[in-house]
């Protein structure tokens, strides 16, 4: 089952704890056995899962809790721009690694889940503005902050 | 177009989001502008090293089984017509997720070739590009001995390329060989490295001959190595070199 081990990967990520993921995942995959009529053939099926885990998410006692608003709009133009300061020496070591997760870990939730969603399982804009049911520029406004943020909290600790 | 503004479709770029006229002129861009393509290949390190890390979290064999039993379709044949719903949805989800599985083939095909292209694109921009240079091929091949777990052969007559030199490349901590030609005003990267089970699932299913981002790619295993050939060539030079190789394997 492919979908399943990006499934896991994405909701372990999203918990934060492992009992938690196990039940998200076992749920979202409930949702999709009875809620299958509902899918339109010819849509995007991983997009689909994706959607019906994360919505399984935020109705869960930790994703209720979660903060899914950041300080600043998501069209503010300073945040759409592209720095392309990255710490020096980032070698895929396993310190390095650690602390690349420490950071995605620190980040809000609305931040963390595109750059899994996008650098992790590598879908398309579209894609990720379908399972996250926002627009594509709002992907592009997040990815941009959510990379900033990765880079600046790497800058404090490499 | 100033470099300012290519630099704010970089993320774009790495993210395989350009449409092909734009991706077709920021390339050329990126040919022309050293700190550019030094900022492109940054960017798509960081993603890469992103992608590393964030792949961190398996699940327990206990969790799959759940699962499996749960979208199984129920052992109890039909016997009345409240079973038949829940057996057909159970079977077009797993008619869903087969055609996942080769959705997932093709992910993973599209994953590596990504990656290979990032390390053309790096050598490209790197100061240092090769750690032997000579377009000799009794010098360059020798000089992979010892440092690579195989040998490979080259061609006698390379014409129209031209051998630029070589260095040794890892892809998932496996090294192999990336030789580097040049074809006009084109560089072209030949990889080479040991088979693997995997590559032979992702590249059987699909074209030996494709296109990724700007680049014509061609693949193919040979005597347990599995080659790359990767440019900003037609795919007719592409084939033409692939040849050459493949019949220096065979010879």
């Not at chain 1, 994703?63 to 899914?68: D, H, I, P, Q, R």
């Not at chain 2, 979208?71 to 829940?86: D, Q, T």
């Not at chain 2, 095909?109 to 100061?127: F, I, M, P």
Request: proline share 4%; aromatic share 10%.
């Amino acid at each position: 089952m492919p979908l399943f081990d990006s499934l896991f990967n994405f909701a372990r990520w999203l918990a934060q704890n492992r009992e938690e993921a196990e039940d998200l995942v076992q749920e979202t995959y409930a949702k999709a056995i009875k809620g299958f009529r509902s899918f339109q053939p010819g849509t995007n099926f991983r997009a689909w899962m994706f959607r019906i885990l994360r919505n399984t998410f935020l109705n869960s006692r930790t994703g209720l809790k979660t903060s899914m608003t950041v300080a600043l709009e998501d069209d503010d133009p300073a945040a759409q721009a592209v720095t392309a300061e990255t710490p020096e020496s980032l070698l895929l070591n396993s310190t390095t690694q650690r602390l690349i997760q420490e950071a995605i870990e620190k980040l809000p939730v609305i931040f963390r889940e595109v750059v899994l969603l996008c650098d992790v399982e590598e879908m398309s804009y579209q894609e990720i503005s379908e399972a996250l049911s926002i627009p594509i520029g709002t992907v592009m406004s997040r990815l941009a902050r959510a990379r900033k943020a990765l880079r600046e909290e790497l800058s404090k600790t490499l | 177009m100033a470099c300012d503004l290519w630099r704010s479709k970089i993320d774009a770029y790495a993210d395989n989001e350009l449409a092909a006229d734009e991706m077709r002129a920021f390339s050329a861009h990126l040919d022309a502008c050293s700190s550019c393509a030094a900022d492109a290949l940054r960017a798509v390190q960081w993603k890469r090293t992103v992608q590393a890390a964030g792949k961190r979290f398996s699940p327990s064999l206990e969790l799959r089984q759940r699962i499996e039993e749960q979208i199984a379709p129920p052992k109890k044949h039909a016997v009345g017509a409240a079973w038949l719903p829940r057996f057909a949805v159970a079977a077009m989800l797993l008619v869903a997720l087969l055609l996942a599985g080769r959705a997932w083939l093709s992910f993973e095909r599209k994953s590596s070739l990504g990656e290979l292209a990032d390390l053309h694109v790096s050598t490209l921009a790197s100061s240092s590009p090769l750690d032997v240079v000579s377009s000799d091929r009794h010098t360059v091949k020798p000089w992979f001995e010892g440092k690579i777990p195989f040998t490979f052969s080259l061609p006698d007559d390379l014409s129209p390329f031209m051998l630029l030199g070589g260095r040794v490349t890892y892809v998932d901590q496996s090294p192999g060989a990336h030789l580097l030609f040049q074809l006009r005003q084109h560089r072209v990267s030949v990889f080479i490295f040991q088979d693997r089970f995997e590559w032979s699932r992702y590249f059987e299913a699909g074209d030996a001959l494709s296109k990724h981002l700007s680049f014509s790619i061609e693949t193919w295993s040979e005597g347990g190595l599995r080659y790359f050939v990767i440019g900003d060539v037609g795919a007719q030079d592409i084939q033409a070199l692939s040849q050459r190789i493949k019949d220096a394997a065979r010879s």
